[in-house]
């Protein structure tokens, strides 16, 4: 197996995406590429030696010649205050990866796609549907994608304009929840993912979709095996 590196990336953008989350855009030189899905270690380290280290989901697609994480900030997080508000363009970051290869889609692997996220969950999903983009229509038309994202609020949705950008894509089925408070005139569900959503959004299993799931633990767990109740073969989920 190849060696995976720990490599200094130097950023060159930096897009706050909500009050609690930047997305920091990087140029990695020797980067070997990566597949949707995956993610990188960040690390750091303070003047007296002392290291601190996390991992991060990739946002960007293998296509560009950038890579971008987002990151949700943690208040009491020894990581994140630090690269969401001390980081600017130009500043330098440590991390290694890719890391991960079952938790990944690849144009190869087709559709349909069912994509559920929570929170900061949606930043692998979004690099899954960045790289659905990327492809020649006929591809694009023989993967299918439905988005099923869960947030607290309308400001806490991350990727907020691209989401709705998605929504105009014929082959993509957008489909938020906000779980806390609505703004006025919204029309999408306002409680936490559950059987009845799940039932109503999923494709049907005899459609064989390719089911990925992120966000906090209670919410991957239950609609894991929700689906699987559904009749959705475990294996796809």
Same mark, same amino acid.
């Given at each position: 197996?190849?060696?995976?590196?720990?490599?200094?990336?130097?950023?060159?953008?930096?897009?706050?995406?909500?009050?609690?989350?930047?997305?920091?855009?990087?140029?990695?030189?020797? &980067?070997?590429?990566?597949?949707?899905?995956?993610?990188?270690?960040?690390?750091?380290?303070?003047?007296?030696?002392?290291?601190?280290?996390?991992?991060?989901?990739?946002?960007?697609?293998?296509?560009?010649?950038?890579?971008?994480?987002?990151?949700?900030?943690?208040?009491?997080?020894?990581?994140?205050?630090?690269?969401?508000?001390?980081?600017?363009?130009?500043?330098?970051?440590?991390?290694?990866?890719?890391?991960?290869?079952?938790?990944?889609?690849?144009?190869?692997?087709?559709?349909?796609?069912?994509?559920?996220?929570?929170?900061?969950?949606?930043?692998?999903?979004?690099?899954?549907?960045?790289?659905?983009?990327?492809?020649?229509?006929?591809?694009?038309?023989?993967?299918?994608?439905?988005?099923?994202?869960?947030?607290?609020? &309308?400001?806490?949705?991350?990727?907020?304009?691209?989401?709705?950008?998605?929504?105009?894509?014929?082959?993509?089925?957008?489909?938020?929840?906000?779980?806390?408070?609505?703004?006025?005139?919204?029309?999408?569900?306002?409680?936490?993912?559950?059987?009845?959503?799940?039932?109503?959004?999923?494709?049907?299993?005899?459609?064989?979709?390719?089911?990925?799931?992120?966000?906090?633990?209670?919410?991957?767990?239950?609609?894991?095996?929700?689906?699987?109740?559904?009749?959705?073969?475990?294996?796809?989920?």
């Amino acid at each position: 197996p190849r060696r995976i590196e720990w490599r200094a990336g130097t950023v060159t953008d930096v897009v706050q995406e909500t009050a609690h989350a930047k997305t920091l855009v990087m140029d990695v030189p020797g &980067w070997p590429g990566h597949t949707a899905g995956q993610h990188v270690d960040v690390r750091l380290t303070a003047e007296d030696g002392y290291q601190a280290q996390r991992s991060y989901s990739i946002a960007s697609a293998p296509s560009r010649s950038t890579l971008a994480i987002t990151i949700e900030r943690l208040d009491d997080g020894e990581v994140s205050p630090y690269l969401t508000d001390a980081l600017g363009v130009g500043d330098r970051v440590e991390l290694r990866g890719p890391i991960g290869g079952y938790f990944v889609w690849e144009p190869s692997m087709g559709g349909p796609l069912f994509l559920v996220a929570g929170g900061s969950g949606i930043v692998p999903l979004m690099a899954m549907l960045r790289t659905r983009a990327t492809l020649p229509a006929p591809s694009r038309a023989s993967s299918p994608a439905t988005l099923l994202y869960s947030s607290r609020a &309308w400001e806490d949705v991350i990727y907020r304009d691209e989401v709705i950008a998605l929504a105009e894509d014929p082959g993509v089925n957008v489909v938020q929840t906000l779980t806390r408070s609505q703004p006025s005139g919204w029309t999408g569900f306002t409680r936490r993912i559950d059987a009845d959503m799940l039932t109503e959004v999923a494709p049907a299993p005899s459609l064989r979709p390719n089911i990925y799931i992120c966000g906090p633990t209670a919410l991957v767990e239950t609609a894991a095996q929700i689906l699987v109740e559904l009749g959705h073969a475990p294996a796809r989920v």
